[in-house]
């Protein structure tokens, strides 16, 4: 009941029919005070409005009266309720698809059958590219100008890399359109470009540079690189790996010392009820996520083995997969490892320990640690100097003592003045090494940290699960490859050793060109930039490489 008529059902029950006043309150949920507040009101209110009398709309339609005879003269030239919204837009005549609509009705015209693009009216709208068809691609005289050029600074290493051979070790699937290896350099050209998502590769399809590199006549839509991806598993995924790991044997791209080992979690933001929610670190909290692990090679900055097929429970072990996998591929066991904290158990530490592998990892600060550290008197703690001359904090204090864990001694130290609120607790089996020696190497630890924001941020881990991408765990591996080929690039280039991806390609490859294409040659010539001495140092421009997908014709880069 509204409350202007429960007033007046109150006040008529009153005054009229005379019932109680504490009765009439009850029934129609007043309380007895402010019911007879209501009454005082009422009798000296001379006027009281209990039914509003409903105002009269519009009675006629200025806008569409006004464009009444130029709607019906638009449609007796069959164009239809948008073409006649937007003609009329352009008269400064404001009327939406919908008022059109109406007013053609009012009129008695039926709605337009469905037409041909041929048969509509010229406008301007979306090109329709061709479809990606390797069976199209000619290598025929022209010339054209692509914003991707830098793209072709990485076929040198691709074709010594045999990237044929990349596809087809890893029996990556392919078809007579797309064969496996145009796929592969497909998806990972995208990653090479840091194309964020890969819904927009469609502001590439028309770039003849893109699909030149691949060796297609153009580059595959989003629709394809979704489908494709969708096609690869893990058991594919991890023989890619493997392919790579024997591709770059000779390359000395993993020395094999240290790795630094990580989890990141990648978030997802669409409906899937089956994902399992993860800690996002940047969000600090628990969501909806696709968890991933991570090894990077300490001397080489590379990444070297991804894998992002985990599920919730399975995370301790992947440590013990990752030394598995190092051992198929080199024969020997990883020398050292160097991780967080939750990342594995203590007995898979143990285990670690009776396979001879020297690991480094932090221990959780619990209360009673903490108590423990602060009965330590003064004279207890050695001060030490790290040799890093960036870091703020170089001169720590330690103290170190033998820690009893699942089985295993292991060498513990606390550390404070680290640059942490809290102590530092370090836990490792490596019994040589001083503790400066190891704080120093756990400092640099930090490059991982600093790869995988580089990875957020120029190979975008954190927008792999949007509504329309590539599977995380293919991508992850893409990852694992793009990396690979940033890290060779950067030794060609004199000052970008220690480079990270996203400094060579603000600086290199991010760079337009102009190609040739004669019938023997590609010639790639560089417009002019500021670093582009650097390029002509390297040692790439002027020395012509066969491609292979290109049926044998050389590429040659000049500037």
Known sequence: MYPRQRQYEALRAYFLDARPSHEVARTFGYSAGSFRVL??????????????????????????????????????HNYSVYEIAA??????????????????????????????????PAHLGPTVEPVADVREFVLEGRHFTT???????????????????????????????????????????????????????????????MGLFCGLNVIPKKSYLSEYSSRIDHAKTTQLLAAWHGQVATEKLFAGD?????????????????????????????????????????????????????????????VLRFVAFWKKQHGDYPRHLVFDSRLTTYRNLGRLDELGITFMTLRRRSPKLLGAIAALPPSAWRRVTLD?????????????????????????????????????ILVTNDRRTTPKKLLTR?????????????????????????????????????????????????????????????????????????????GREVEVRFHRRAHLPILLASGLLDAPVTVPWWHGVSLRMTA
């Open 388 to 424: 890093v001359p960036a870091r703020k904090y170089k001169t720590p204090s330690v103290y170190e003592e033998p820690v009893r864990l699942e089985g295993h001694t292991f060498r513990q130290l606390f550390v404070r003045d680290l640059g942490h609120a809290e102590p530092t």
């Open 39 to 76: 009454c005082h009101g009422f009798r000296r209110d001379p006027d009281p409005q209990f039914f509003a009398s409903p105002s009269p709309g519009p009675q006629t339609q200025p806008k569409k009266s006004k464009a009444r005879e130029l709607v019906v003269a638009l449609r007796k």
């Open 258 to 318: 240290s790795f630094n080992l990580d989890f990141h979690s990648v978030p997802y933001y669409g409906a899937d009820p089956q994902l399992e929610r993860h800690y996002v670190s940047a969000r600090s909290r628990r969501q909806p996520s696709v968890l991933a692990f991570l090894a990077q090679d300490a001397d080489g900055r590379a990444f070297c083995y991804s894998n992002a097929d985990l599920r919730k429970g399975e995370e301790p072990e992947e």
């Open 442 to 518: 756990y400092a640099q630890r930090m490059l991982i940290e600093n790869a995988l924001s580089d990875a957020v941020r120029f190979f975008h881990m954190d927008a792999l699960s949007s509504a329309v991408g590539l599977k995380v765990d293919f991508d992850m591996a893409l990852l694992v490859v793009a990396s690979g080929l940033y890290r060779l690039l950067a030794r060609r280039m004199r000052g970008y050793g220690d480079a990270q991806a996203r400094h060579l390609f603000r600086d290199l490859i991010d760079t337009p060109a102009d190609v040739s294409i004669s």
């Open 147 to 209: 914003r991707c050029g830098g793209l072709f600074l990485f076929v040198p290493d691709l074709v010594r890399l045999d990237a044929e051979a990349l596809a087809k070790s890893a029996r990556l699937p392919g078809s007579g359109m797309i064969p496996a290896g145009h796929a592969l350099r497909a998806a990972l050209a995208l990653k090479l470009w840091s194309i964020e998502r890969k819904s927009h590769v469609m502001a590439l399809v028309a770039d003849e540079g």
């Open 87 to 120: 003609a009329l837009k352009e008269r400064r005549i404001t009327l939406s698809p919908t008022a059109v609509r109406e007013v053609l009705r009012a009129e008695g015209f039926a709605p337009l059958p469905r037409r041909l693009d041929e048969e509509r």
